[in-house]
């Protein structure tokens, strides 16, 4: 099942990124995703599997398709990348996960061997834990974070333009 | 941990999609296919917490609750990025990255 999952991760993140059209790039990346949270939910991590389906899957995927829509034709072709570049960028990124592909085999992982599952209600007492070890800064940081993002968009899109 | 698959396999998973995100955000000219590579480099980084967190470090939530702060910038990122694509478009008629050239000089 895991390489199932692996197969169309890959397969669908490439074409995402090699897609000539968005829309089609939009949703080979909303496939890419939703394989994501079901390897999430293959390793047991349910909570996980439901946030990355509900933000990710749901939330971004429906903001790129609206912008997608807002700016482009559906059926208009992006020009490709000059060769130069497309040969320079692959051969960095194939050099890149070489490197680092060499380096994870070479590493040795202590890979623990209790199977425990933590429950969700760990996470979110520890997202409001303010002792030791707690996470309620960050938590409030991205709260912050969240709000300032919705006003400086809605500031953004809202411009005038005299022209 | 799933049964019979090591953490190198996951791993190797998500640095493959990881430089896939790279030579896609190196190649595109168009902004919202950058954007989609972005989401495809960030979606590995968080692949990447929940599974050391799960092999490793079964005991402990760090690396599920920074995927979760993962998940949240990336939304927050993306609704900014998508406000500024749009203004992009009204300014230039195109969304096309070379076209960008009023903060040139």
Redesign the interface.
Known sequence: ??YIL?II??VF??L???SSK?MR??MY?LF??IA?GG??F????N??AS??LI??AG??VA??I???M???KIEAK??L?DKT??I???L???V??IV??YI??SHP????S?????TVS??GE??LNYGEGG?VL?FEL?SI??L???I???V??K?K?DN | MIQGVGITHVLIVSTLMFFIGIYGFLTRKNLITILIAIELILNSVAINFIVINKYLFPEKINGQIFSLFIIAVAAAEVAIAIAVVIDFYRINKSIDVEHGETMKY
């Open positions: 099942m895991f692996a991760i890959l993140s490439f995402a990124v090699t968005v790039a939009t990346l890419t995703l994501t390897l999430y293959l390793i047991d991590y909570f996980m946030v990355q933000v990710y939330g971004i903001l790129i609206f912008a997608v807002l700016t482009e992006i020009a990348p570049k497309m320079f960028a692959g960095l990124s194939i890149g996960s680092t592909i994870l085999l992982f202590k890979e623990s209790n199977d425990i599952g933590q760990v996470i520890n997202l996470f960050p991205v974070l969240l300032a993002s919705l400086a968009a809605i953004i899109a411009r333009f």
